[in-house]
Structure formats: C-alpha cells, structure tokens
C-alpha cells in the first residue's frame, strides 16, 4: 500500500514542482535514490588509531566510492573515498579511507575552522526528521570540530556552539606524510569512536539501537585545489587571482545541490545486532524503503511552499498550491493549511493507520494512529 501510495504521489510532485517557480529556494536537482548501509554490532575491541587493522575492521565491507555532491551525472571525484561502520554498546565506530597524493592540514585546535582543510565529515540525524542533528568534522591531523544543530540553515537553524561530543575518540593514519609537497601520499585512513551517549542527546530513540533501527546519515569529503610553492600548501586562486578557487565535494549519498544541509537526502544507515549473513542478500535487511520515499515527496511540497513564499511573500493555500495541478485521485489526500508565517502539510494514510506531516520549517513527524 505505502509503495502505491508513494507512487501516485510522485506523479502528483512531478506536476507541482513543474507548475511553480523555482526561484529564491534552491531544491535538489536530482531523483531521491539514497544509498543504504548495514553496520553489524561487534564484541571485539577496537583500539582507535587510525589504522582499522582489527579483525572486526577486516571482515566489515566498505561502502561504494564516494560521488559528486551534486549526483551521478556531474564530474566525478578525482580521488577515491569510502566508508565502513560498525558498533558495540558504548560507541558507533566510523572508518575512511581518502586517497591523495598531496596530504595537507592546518588547524590543530578543537573546533577550529576544519572544513577550511581538506576534510572529512560525518552528518547524523538518528529522528530521520531534519531537526536536531549532528556534524562532525576532521582533518589529517585528527583534528576536529563537532556540532550539534537544530534544524537546517535554511530554515534559521543555528549550531549550539559550545556543544561538544565528549567522550569521542579519534585517529588518522598517514600513508605518506603531511605537509610535504617533495612526494607523493597515497592517502590518509579516519578512525573514530562516536559515544552513544553524544548522540542520545539529539533523539528521543533507544540508545544505543534495537535491531534493524535506522538512521539518516551522511559522510563528505572537503578538497580544496592548492599548490605546493616554497615549502608550503597554498589554496590556488580563481583566474582573477582575487579569491580562491571553491572547494570540491564528494559524499557518500548524492545532494542533488552543493549543501550538505539538505538531510532528507542523506543516505539510511540500518543497524543490526547479529553477525553478516552469508547466504542473505543485503537488500533483504533494507526496511522502510517506501517510508523514506513518502517522506522525500513531502519535502516537495516544503520546497514548492518555500519557493511560493519567497515570491508572494506569504505560505499557499491549498487552492493556490494546486490550482495548476491536474488532478487525481490522490491529490484529495494531501490537506495544506497555512496562513502568512506558516504551513502544515498533512497526508492521511488510514490503511496503515499513520499520519505524515510536514511543516514551514522542514521538520517530518509520523503519527501512528
């Protein structure tokens, strides 16, 4: 019920996002198709160093290289990046691997400007509601800068800043040397571990997870284009020589945009207590699949609604919304109320006895009725 359902909404969107303007509000420019991840629970001990080199680090499978931030159809990275995950009851453990030839880093005090190095990010947003997320970054010294955020900047989030995730643990492995512009690196490994307890502070779920619980996340990848000129790493300069060039981004679940800040389009990390099963296909333990697409057809409603209101000055009607919209069946399920300041999206699936709604700050609540 819930696949036909997402179905016919999407066809519904298709015509709604080809009806209103899309200035003022960027929306991703891409098909939702996020990537799924499995981590397995493990009872072994881990000893964070950066060099992955326990039996639990060996048998767990890295994830696909890393994409355009922007999808599949734009240029794609240089340089290989991947991920792997695994956990036990006191820590989630995040594993990388970013391939360079020329390792740099700068900053070397906790939470300091990070993402101005080359970096490595980790988003996690455990409600799968865009609110109350986490973000952390590191660089190849093992420097990091974590944050917690209310809701996305759009939508006037702000990041607490004297949170911190204590109790976390961090290494990186150099294969090659930092700073040193007279060889070539091949990479740089990321090792952490992430306290359950840090990421209780930011979900109302069981921490740390239940079997086949579920996450939105999502990893990224910082490179800015530099040179390497009498001893040291500079960032290279745009054809004016007056600002830098942009730093490039690739990332483990596509954006569709250049903003990591979009977290209904993170990727879905699914926890399992019990050891990989051989002679089951992955696919199989993938739940929730047709959630995830009702709720990303929401968010076009939220887009479509965020780019009305930056043109009219005010939220759309239900009548307004759709008057341009060929309708269907479907369309009748789907109840706007909104004034001036805000809107709630609402969509009623009585077979399955849930409620999905959406409001004028991009935050996406299930009702079980």
Same mark, same amino acid.
């Given at each position: 019920?819930?696949?036909?359902?997402?179905?016919?909404?999407?066809?519904?969107?298709?015509?709604?996002?080809?009806?209103?303007?899309?200035?003022?509000?960027?929306?991703?420019?891409?098909?939702?198709?996020?990537?799924?991840?499995?981590?397995?629970?493990?009872?072994?001990?881990?000893?964070?160093?950066?060099?992955?080199?326990?039996?639990?680090?060996?048998?767990?499978?890295?994830?696909?290289?890393?994409?355009?931030?922007?999808?599949?159809?734009?240029?794609?990275?240089?340089?290989?990046?991947?991920?792997?995950?695994?956990?036990?009851?006191?820590? @989630?453990? %995040?594993? *990388?691997?970013?391939?360079?030839?020329?390792?740099?880093?700068?900053?070397?005090? !906790? #939470? /300091?400007? +990070?993402?101005?190095?080359?970096?490595?990010?980790?988003?996690?947003?455990?409600?799968?509601?865009?609110?109350?997320?986490?973000? @952390?970054? %590191?660089? *190849?010294?093992?420097?990091?800068?974590?944050?917690?955020?209310?809701?996305?900047? !759009? #939508? /006037?989030? +702000?990041?607490?800043?004297?949170?911190?995730?204590?109790?976390?643990?961090?290494?990186?492995?150099?294969?090659?040397?930092?700073?040193?512009?007279?060889?070539?690196?091949?990479?740089?490994?990321?090792?952490?571990?992430?306290?359950?307890?840090?990421?209780?502070?930011?979900?109302?779920?069981?921490?740390?997870?239940?079997?086949?619980?579920?996450?939105?996340?999502?990893?990224?990848?910082?490179?800015?284009?530099?040179?390497?000129?009498?001893?040291?790493?500079?960032?290279?300069?745009?054809?004016?020589?007056?600002?830098?060039?942009?730093?490039?981004?690739?990332?483990?679940?596509?954006?569709?945009?250049?903003?990591?800040?979009?977290?209904?389009?993170?990727?879905?990390?699914?926890?399992?207590?019990?050891?990989?099963?051989?002679?089951?296909?992955?696919?199989?333990?993938?739940?929730?699949?047709?959630?995830?697409?009702?709720?990303?057809?929401?968010?076009?409603?939220?887009?479509?609604?965020?780019?009305?209101?930056?043109?009219?000055?005010?939220?759309?009607?239900?009548?307004?919304?759709?008057?341009?919209?060929?309708?269907?069946?479907?369309?009748?399920?789907?109840?706007?109320?909104?004034?001036?300041?805000?809107?709630?999206?609402?969509?009623?699936?009585?077979?399955?006895?849930?409620?999905?709604?959406?409001?004028?700050?991009?935050?996406?609540?299930?009702?079980?009725?």
């Amino acid at each position: 019920m819930i696949k036909k359902v997402a179905s016919n909404l999407f066809i519904f969107l298709i015509c709604l996002n080809f009806a209103l303007s899309q200035n003022g509000f960027q929306r991703p420019q891409i098909d939702f198709n996020p990537n799924y991840y499995i981590s397995y629970k493990t009872d072994d001990s881990i000893k964070i160093n950066g060099k992955l080199n326990e039996e639990a680090w060996q048998k767990t499978d890295w994830s696909n290289n890393f994409i355009n931030i922007k999808g599949k159809t734009a240029p794609s990275p240089e340089y290989r990046t991947k991920i792997k995950l695994i956990w036990d009851e006191n820590y @989630l453990y %995040i594993g *990388a691997f970013l391939e360079e030839p020329h390792i740099w880093a700068r900053s070397q005090k !906790r #939470d /300091s400007q +990070v993402f101005r190095d080359d970096a490595f990010e980790i988003f996690i947003d455990p409600d799968s509601d865009t609110h109350n997320y986490l973000e @952390l970054q %590191i660089n *190849a010294y093992a420097t990091i800068t974590d944050l917690f955020i209310t809701k996305p900047y !759009r #939508d /006037s989030g +702000v990041s607490i800043g004297n949170w911190q995730a204590t109790g976390i643990k961090k290494g990186t492995h150099i294969k090659g040397t930092i700073n040193n512009g007279k060889d070539i690196d091949q990479g740089w490994i990321v090792e952490l571990a992430y306290p359950w307890s840090a990421i209780a502070e930011c979900t109302h779920k069981h921490i740390p997870p239940e079997d086949g619980m579920q996450f939105r996340m999502n990893f990224s990848r910082v490179e800015w284009p530099v040179q390497y000129k009498n001893g040291i790493y500079t960032k290279e300069k745009n054809s004016t020589k007056t600002e830098v060039k942009s730093a490039k981004y690739s990332v483990w679940s596509p954006q569709g945009l250049v903003n990591l800040h979009y977290p209904e389009m993170w990727g879905i990390v699914q926890f399992e207590t019990k050891s990989r099963p051989e002679e089951k296909k992955k696919e199989s333990l993938i739940k929730n699949k047709s959630f995830y697409e009702i709720a990303y057809r929401l968010y076009q409603i939220y887009y479509s609604q965020k780019q009305y209101q930056t043109k009219n000055g005010r939220y759309a009607s239900q009548k307004q919304l759709f008057k341009h919209i060929i309708k269907n069946k479907y369309t009748e399920s789907i109840k706007i109320y909104s004034g001036r300041n805000f809107f709630r999206g609402v969509l009623n699936l009585p077979n399955i006895n849930k409620v999905f709604t959406i409001n004028n700050y991009g935050k996406l609540e299930t009702i079980y009725k």
